[in-house]
């Protein structure tokens, strides 16, 4: 029912704006430009796309990702027919975009994430998918939707990237599937494996290893966390289109004493970061405590601390919980 009210609302819509949440990663970019291409593609429309900070230069090779717009060149007065927001958990990770999805005539929200509270018109929500471009793959099926190499290639960078490579524990059958479905429409996974993980620069990686060879550990090494500094990042040569930390906390947990990995990123002088993995503990727990949310084997949160209260905040609710 809920899909068929989709479908009404993007025939009987002229302007339609697609929107991912802050601090872009693949699932949110690759389901925004995979819901565009599908759109053209289906019903002969051009959307509007907005991220509300950069994202990484990565995810440049993204079909129609050129067509992508910052923050700074919507006109935040527009009333769009109809806005979606994909792979973004809360109302609050759409940053000031919030005002154009309230304004809409209509908001549809497509996510996956277990902590999604429901809060646009329409609200396609499956906790039990392993990432947001699943859900639109099944949004496909249940609307006959062709699905060419160019949204194929997007919704398979959402699955791939969520999974960890088809790693990590939300990696289902279901999601293995449609990724072989979503291969022979003719996109090469191999090439598509190398752009998001192959491609990253010199500073990066030795910056890794920086961050990686100061790690911490706590309750008998089954937590493991290090801290990034905004100096660190500078030292190393950070530039705005290229994520650092992405991948640090899983290098973290790959430890094998570790039940709980984190890693606090330093964003101002008394406001932090922490993204958090774990291989059994619900995490999404302690997060919650900060406002955060996410999964309960992946999860995140901003702290209104600097990073040393952060981390110590973080060690006490773990160990408050008793999760490990």
Known sequence: MVTEQLDFSIKSSKNILLVSHINPDGDTLGSMCGMYSLIKDNYKKMCDMVVVSPYPTTYDFLPYADKVK?????????????????????????????????????????????????????NIVEPDAAATAEVLYGICEKLNWTISKESAECLYVGLMTDTGCFRFSNTTERAMTYSG?????????????????????????????????????????????????????????????EDFTDGLTEKLRAIKTTEIAFVVKELGANISKVSMRSRTANIAQVCSVFGGGGHKLAAGAVIKSNVEDAVKQILDVINNKNLC
């Open 70 to 122: 910052s923050l700074k060149e919507m006109d935040l007065s527009r009333e769009y027919d109809l806005v979606i927001n994909l792979d973004v958990a809360d109302i609050e990770r759409c940053a000031d975009a919030r005002i154009l999805f309230e304004k809409a005539k209509q908001s549809v929200n497509i996510d996956h994430h277990e902590t999604n509270t429901g809060y646009g018109d329409i």
């Open 181 to 241: 479905k979503l291969i022979t429409v003719g996109l090469d996974p191999a090439d598509v494996y190398q752009k998001c993980y192959e491609s990253n620069s010199k500073n990066m990686v030795l910056f890794q290893s920086y961050c990686v060879n100061k790690a911490q550990f706590a309750n008998n090494d089954k937590i493991a966390y290090t801290v990034v500094y905004k100096k660190d990042m500078e030292k190393y040569h950070h530039t705005e289109g």
